[in-house]
C-alpha cells in the first residue's frame, strides 16, 4: 500500500521493525512514539496526515506489556498488526484496509498468516511488486499459490471450533480480562513487585512487571523459586528486565492463580 508516503506510530520493537522495512519503500511519517519512555504508554496526541497512503499501528506489544484495546478512527486507510491479541476482543473490521497476524499466539502453531484485507485496497501501488508478496497473488490462488503449512491451517481450524464452543470471541475476552485483572491486582497491591506499563495501557495478553528497586536483587531468586514451583517462562525481555507472563487465550485461569499464589509465597519469605 505504500505508494510515497506512510504514517506509523511507534509503540514498541514490532511497530519500530515494521517502520524500519517500510523504509526501504517510501517515506515514513513516524507520527507518535513512546520510545523516550522505554514503550510504557501508547500515545494518545498526534496528528494523522491526510496525504499519507495509510496509518499504520501495532495492537499489543508483547516485550512491553502495553496493548491498544479499541478500534481508532483514522481519516486515511488503516493498517494494524494484530499478532499477539488478534482473537481477544471483538474488532470493527470495517474500520480498517488491512490486519495481519502471526498465528502463533492466540490461533495455531508459527508458520501461517492471517491476512485480512479490503479488496479496493489492491493495486494501487505503482511499483512492481513481487509476486509472493502481492496479496492478489494468495487471493486468486484461495491461499494455496504455494504449498500451504497443513499443520498449523489445520490446528487453527480446531481453535476457532473451540473459540465458538466456548462462546466466541466475546468469551474469551471477559476470560482474558479476568486473568489480567487478578494478576494486575496482585501485583499492584504487593510489596515487591510493580507494573512496568501505564495503567492506562495495560496489556491483557502479555503482563510485564518487575521488583521494586529495594528488592532488585532477588529477581533470580524469583525467578528460581517460581521454576521450583513448575512455573516456567516468565523472564522478561533484556530491555525490560523482570519478569513477562504471557496469557494468551490459551492459558488457562487456574495457570494465572497458580503464579499469583506463588508470588506471594514468595512475598512471605521475605
Request: neutral net charge; hydrophobic residues 40%.
Amino acid at each position: 500500500m505504500l505508494n510515497k508516503k506512510a504514517a506509523y506510530i511507534d509503540t514498541g520493537v514490532w511497530a519500530a521493525k515494521a517502520i524500519k522495512e517500510a523504509k526501504l519503500f517510501g517515506e515514513v511519517d513516524v507520527i507518535a512514539s513512546s520510545k523516550d519512555a522505554n514503550y510504557t504508554f501508547i500515545p494518545k496526541e498526534y496528528n494523522i496526515p491526510a496525504d499519507a497512503d495509510y496509518l499504520h499501528i501495532t495492537t499489543n506489544n508483547t516485550i512491553y506489556g502495553t496493548e491498544l484495546r479499541k478500534d481508532i478512527d483514522s481519516p486515511i486507510p488503516l493498517v494494524a498488526d494484530m499478532s499477539s491479541d488478534i482473537f481477544s476482543r471483538k474488532i470493527d473490521i470495517s474500520k480498517y484496509n488491512v490486519i495481519y497476524a502471526g498465528a502463533q499466539k492466540n490461533l495455531a502453531p508459527s508458520g501461517v498468516t492471517i491476512v485480512i484485507v479490503k479488496e479496493d485496497s489492491l493495486g494501487k501501488v505503482e511499483r512492481v511488486i513481487p509476486t509472493m508478496l502481492d496479496y492478489k497473488t494468495h487471493i486468486s490462488k484461495g491461499s494455496m499459490f504455494n504449498t500451504p503449512p497443513c499443520l498449523p491451517i489445520y490446528s487453527a481450524l480446531q481453535t476457532l471450533k473451540w473459540y465458538k464452543e466456548q462462546g466466541g470471541v466475546e468469551a474469551m475476552e471477559k476470560i482474558d480480562k479476568i486473568k489480567a485483572a487478578k494478576l494486575y491486582d496482585a501485583i499492584d497491591s504487593s510489596k515487591l513487585f510493580v507494573g512496568t506499563a501505564n495503567a492506562e495501557d495495560r496489556s491483557i495478553m502479555n503482563v510485564c512487571f518487575v521488583m521494586k528497586p529495594e528488592y532488585a536483587d532477588l529477581e533470580k531468586a524469583f525467578i528460581d523459586f517460581a521454576s521450583e514451583k513448575g512455573i516456567v517462562g516468565i523472564k522478561g525481555h533484556r530491555s525490560v528486565g523482570g519478569f513477562r507472563a504471557s496469557i494468551y487465550n490459551a492459558m488457562p485461569l487456574e495457570s494465572v492463580e497458580t503464579l499469583i499464589s506463588t508470588m506471594k509465597e514468595f512475598e512471605n519469605k521475605i
